[in-house]
């Protein structure tokens, strides 16, 4: 059996969403006596309820599965309960959940339990000196009332994009080019953009990346959280996760947006001819 998982169904075209039907409602080899959807192939697919409305096209193709009775599972995925919060903020600390719980509560409220939301807000709290490891308590130790008046609009693109407005011009700047290659840019890519003097240190700045938690170098199917001069073979830059991807391109300004590929599109249109990109 083949499994094939594909994430992020929401931004999937119509295209893509009916190769994806006929694949799983075609009769195998066309074979009479072999009921739809019994093929070999299991299909796993994902996509953000919040980010589609009822009649979207994602759920018409669920409907069109239906009809050939292709067999599924329907499975919704919730944030992180204040229990499990709890838990998993005390392990990190150290503490008794007890003695966390306020913490979590006022987590738990400014997150509602979302993943990546919890994680990178945590980092926010370290990074601005407000969950703070105390030598002379030996404990962790956090300001309760500066937590609980922090305004981050229910948005992790927020805690996002005043994190990545802190870097350096430079950083910033490569951050915002790689965004607008998507989820990530391959080693090639990256080579001929440094052979062009506005991004002739794009490498180091992609280090610094990399050590600043906002991507990862894979190179192969092997992924490194390490700097790329550590790595060997081919090399892609990725975004740790699609939403630091949004949140770097949308520090580019909407009217700004394509007068910013254009640019990058000559650039490597002019060093790049002859190669193979």
């Known amino acids: 059996?083949?499994?094939?998982?594909?994430?992020?169904?929401?931004?999937?075209?119509?295209?893509?969403?009916?190769?994806?039907?006929?694949?799983?409602?075609?009769?195998?080899?066309?074979?009479?006596?072999?009921?739809?959807?019994?093929?070999?192939?299991?299909?796993?697919?994902?996509?953000?309820?919040?980010?589609?409305?009822?009649?979207?096209?994602?759920?018409?193709?669920?409907?069109?599965?239906?009809?050939?009775?292709?067999?599924?599972?329907?499975?919704?995925?919730?944030?992180?309960?204040y229990n499990d919060l709890n838990t998993m903020i005390s392990d990190a600390t150290g503490l008794f959940p007890r003695l966390c719980s306020d913490l979590s509560e006022t987590v738990f409220q400014k997150t509602k339990g979302n993943p990546f939301f919890v994680l990178e807000f945590l980092r926010s709290l370290v990074e601005g000196g407000l969950l703070q490891h105390s030598v002379r308590k030996r404990r962790w130790t956090w300001d309760e009332m500066a937590i609980k008046s922090m305004d981050i609009t229910d948005n992790v693109l927020f805690l996002l994009t005043n994190?990545?407005?802190?870097?350096?011009?430079?950083?910033?700047?490569?951050?915002?080019?790689?965004?607008?290659?998507?989820?990530?840019?391959?080693?090639?890519?990256?080579?001929?953009?440094?052979?062009?003097?506005?991004?002739?240190?794009?490498?180091?700045?992609?280090?610094?990346?990399?050590?600043?938690?906002?991507?990862?170098?894979?190179?192969?199917?092997?992924?490194?959280?390490?700097?790329?001069?550590?790595?060997?073979?081919?090399?892609?830059?990725?975004?740790?996760?699609?939403?630091?991807r949004e949140a770097a391109y949308s520090l580019i300004a909407d009217e700004d947006k394509d007068e910013y590929h254009e640019n990058l599109g000559q650039v490597l249109h002019s060093v790049s001819k002859g190669k193979s990109l």
């Not at 195998?28 to 093929?39: I, P």
């Not at 990862?216 to 975004?239: E, N």
């Open 1 to 81: 059996p083949v499994m094939l998982f594909l994430d992020d169904l929401q931004w999937c075209d119509n295209t893509g969403l009916a190769v994806i039907e006929g694949i799983l409602s075609d009769k195998e080899g066309g074979r009479n006596d072999v009921k739809e959807g019994s093929s070999c192939l299991f299909f796993v697919g994902s996509y953000r309820s919040n980010e589609v409305q009822k009649g979207d096209s994602i759920y018409r193709l669920m409907d069109k599965l239906d009809r050939c009775n292709v067999l599924s599972t329907k499975l919704s995925l919730f944030g992180i309960n």
């Open 163 to 244: 994190k990545m407005s802190g870097l350096p011009e430079n950083k910033l700047s490569i951050l915002k080019v790689v965004s607008c290659f998507g989820i990530g840019i391959h080693e090639s890519v990256v080579d001929v953009l440094s052979a062009t003097s506005p991004y002739s240190k794009i490498r180091d700045a992609l280090d610094e990346l990399v050590w600043k938690s906002f991507m990862i170098t894979v190179a192969g199917d092997h992924i490194s959280p390490s700097k790329s001069g550590s790595s060997t073979g081919s090399l892609t830059w990725k975004f740790v996760h699609d939403k630091v």
